[in-house]
Structure formats: structure tokens, C-alpha cells
């Protein structure tokens, strides 16, 4: 009988319970916020779902904002609790436009929750969150906020720009693991959810999470995943040492880096500079050229692009500079990569040019 060798991963210590409280305070220094920060077991998406459920009941009214996926599944999870939403859905893989939102808020004074996400990874766009966070305060309106996409490449200040609810996954910018998330709740917020009876005995349950939060941020409820939270733990000692605003500039110079690079290469960019994420850049294919065809084209050179994700995406290509992607090399070699892919599709690109472009991006 062969012995199997025991795995030390199949046998790590339980996390410390006294460094959770650590943990959430890093998180808030990250999120530049004093409200209370929610940890999740679990990737960000359950957290999402987490904030709808307790959010959700009937007499609720929500103004939801659809720019991917996500939005439409926040928007399902809201009705799915008795919430009378209103969806504003943006044109297919782009921004929202704050004047859709101005007139949607102004057409139902009964709105109570505004949510949105900050920035899409499916497409490479960027919400005007300052302007939207803006329109829901004068209204005093509760915000919620996926920032998974943003957190660590863009400015992300909660409590200075007055979001309720910012939901965060370390798995993108902040270089962390994808299996745990969390989540800061105002007062104004926590108000909201604790009315009329939240939902309690759930892992979807924020007042269940409250009541960590109250008991002092000791033990979390259920049995944490130890991996996860070390991990965690180690994504923030890097976090810290480097700066959350180095970390901002740092993919703020990819993205910059890898537009130029683009643009020198003759492609045509999906979206100006300031409806961009700065952790992906999408380009528009070329008329009569499939992505995907133009993806294997580059798979062979070790280059990852990937196509755009959801409705109206199917003739973009999305080109990832997040977390230690967000460094001259990999900019560099996914702009020759793509264009490489063009020339053997049999179109011009100027690699030469993108090169020079993206140096001079790195050296100014």
C-alpha cells in the first residue's frame, strides 16, 4: 500500500481569532473609513448578495445600475426580497451616464438605495462615481458600492466621498486572495438594514456580522477557512509596505502606458481616458476579425488576452494590467502580444512605435 504524504496545507492552524479586529481596522485604513468593516468567508460576489438580502424588504425602493452582470444580479437579489427596484441600464459595455441617474432619482422621491458598481473589469469602464455618490447624498439616499474592480486602482475614498456601503474583494489590485471579501457599513446604513427585522441565522446576514462587530471583532461565526485570512493577512503587509496611493499610481502609469502603446499601434480604444479602468484596457477588434481568433493568435506567445464579458462585448478584447500585472513588462508585452496578434491576422501594427510608446510612458 502506497503511504500518502500528508499535505501541511490539509492541516493549517486555525487563524488567531485576536487578529481579526486587525485585520478590519487595515481594511478601513485602506478604504480610508472609521464605519464598521465586515469580513466575509467568502469571494466578493456572496458579499454582494449578502448586502442585497439584508437590504432587501417589502416597501424598499431601490435604483439599481446595470453596466455588466454584477448590476443586473444585485438588481434580481434586491426583488427577490420583496424590494421594488428600478433598474437604469446603461448602453451595452459602457459607462452610465449621471444625467440617466439624475432623472431616474428625481422621477420616484421614494428611492431609499442607490447601487452601482465603481469599475468593470468585464469591459474595462469606469462609472462617474463622485457625481453619482453626489446625486444619492443630496437626497440622502443610502449608497452601495462594488468597488472590487476599483479598490487599489482608483481613488477610493469612502468616507470623504460619503458611500454607505463599499463592498471590496483583495483579489484584483490589492494582489490578494479571491476567497475571502469585506465590506464597510455606515451608521446611516446600518439603520437601514436593522429595521423592520434584517434577515438573521445566515451566512448572508449582515446583522449577524454586526453582532461580531459589536462583541468586539474576536471569533468569527462558522469555521474560517485559515488559508484564506493568512493570505489576506500577507496581501496587506504588501499592501501597506508599498502605499495604497503608490498602488493607485502604479496601475494609473499601467493604464496609462498600455492606452499610448495602443494608440501608437493604430488600435482603436473601446473608451476615452476617463470612462477607463485603470486595471484593464479594452480595444475594439478589427471589422472582420473574431477575438478569439485573435486571442490564439497571441496564446502561443505566453500573452493572455481575454475577450470582454457580457452584453454588447463580443467584439472587444480586454488587456489585464492589475495587481503585479501593472508593471512596464507585462504592459509592454501585452501591447506587442496584441499587436503581434494583428500582424498575423494579416493587419498593420506599428509594434515599433507601441514600444517606443509604452518606454516613454514608464521613463517620463
Known sequence: ???????????????????????????????KTNNDILLVQAEAVVA????????????????NVITSPY????????RRGGANVADVVARPSLPIDAKAIAAAL?????????ALVHAESASGILN???????????????????????????????????????????????????GVSALSVSPRAWELILRDGAPRDSILSLADLKTWVDGGRGALPGTPAPLEFFALEAALHRVEAEGIDRIVA????????????????????????????NLVTTVSVPEGVEPASLIGLTASLGIEL???????????????????????????????????????????????????????????
Open 48 to 63: 454582494l448578495e449578502a448586502v442585497a438580502t439584508s437590504l432587501s424588504r417589502p416597501g424598499l425602493s431601490a435604483l
Open 71 to 78: 448590476g443586473g444580479w444585485f438588481g434580481q437579489w434586491l
Open 250 to 277: 502604479r496601475h494609473q502609469r499601467a493604464a496609462s502606458a498600455n492606452r499610448a502603446g495602443l494608440l501608437a499601434l493604430g488600435a482603436s480604444l473601446w473608451v476615452p481616458d476617463e470612462q477607463a479602468s
Open 106 to 114: 428625481d422621477a420616484d422621491p421614494r428611492i431609499a438605495v442607490l
Open 306 to 364: 481575454t475577450a470582454g464579458v457580457g452584453t454588447g462585448s463580443s467584439h472587444l478584447i480586454r488587456l489585464n494590467h492589475t495587481g503585479p500585472r501593472a508593471a512596464f513588462q507585462t504592459v509592454l508585452a501585452n501591447v506587442v502580444g496584441y499587436g503581434l496578434g494583428l500582424r498575423r491576422a494579416g493587419l498593420p501594427a506599428d509594434i515599433g512605435a507601441a514600444s517606443e510608446a509604452v518606454a516613454k510612458a514608464y521613463s517620463d
Open 128 to 178: 462617474p462615481l463622485p457625481e453619482i455618490i453626489a446625486l444619492a447624498r443630496a437626497r440622502g439616499i443610502v449608497t452601495v458600492v462594488d468597488a472590487v474592480a476599483s479598490v487599489g486602482g482608483h481613488a477610493l475614498d469612502v468616507s470623504g466621498s460619503g458611500i454607505d456601503i463599499a463592498v471590496i474583494g483583495p483579489q484584483k489590485a490589492l494582489g490578494g486572495p479571491a
Open 1 to 31: 500500500m502506497t503511504e500518502v504524504a500528508w499535505n501541511p496545507l490539509s492541516a493549517a492552524p486555525a487563524y488567531p481569532a485576536e487578529r481579526y479586529a486587525a485585520l478590519a481596522s487595515r481594511i478601513g485604513t485602506i478604504l
